[in-house]
């Protein structure tokens, strides 16, 4: 079994900065990708941004030069700096997991999700 715990999120306002962590825990053999999503309601979700395990980062174009992935390979965590945040970020942002269990199963495991309210 495999969960991916999120936590950081929260308000603040226009302008200001979150730092999201999720970390994963289980039984894992290997993490591949990880990645940040979300979704604001009425909308589809959404990637943010995605990172491999060599640290090879993606983003999205909205939030390019304002949020940063990491991760740490050994604690399996990935991380998810948010700065200069404006309202339309807000939404409820969700790990996910590329990963193969020690059973040696590939499986795309996510998050319960952390809401994050950017207010004007």
């Known amino acids: 079994q495999v969960q991916l715990v999120e936590s950081g999120g929260g308000l603040v306002q226009a302008g200001g900065s979150l730092n999201l962590s999720c970390a994963a825990s289980g039984m894992i053999f290997r993490v591949n990708v990880m990645g940040w999503y979300r979704q604001a309601p009425g909308k589809q979700r959404e990637l943010v941004a995605g990172?491999?395990?060599?640290?090879?980062?993606n983003y999205a174009d909205s939030v390019k030069g304002r949020f940063t992935i990491s991760r740490d390979n050994g604690k399996n965590t990935v991380y998810l700096q948010m700065n200069s945040l404006k309202p339309e970020d807000t939404a409820v942002y969700y790990c996910n997991a590329d990963l193969i269990t020690t059973w040696r199963l590939s499986r795309d495991a996510w998050g319960q999700g952390t809401q994050v309210t950017v207010s004007s």
């Open positions: 990172i491999t395990s060599g640290g090879s980062t």
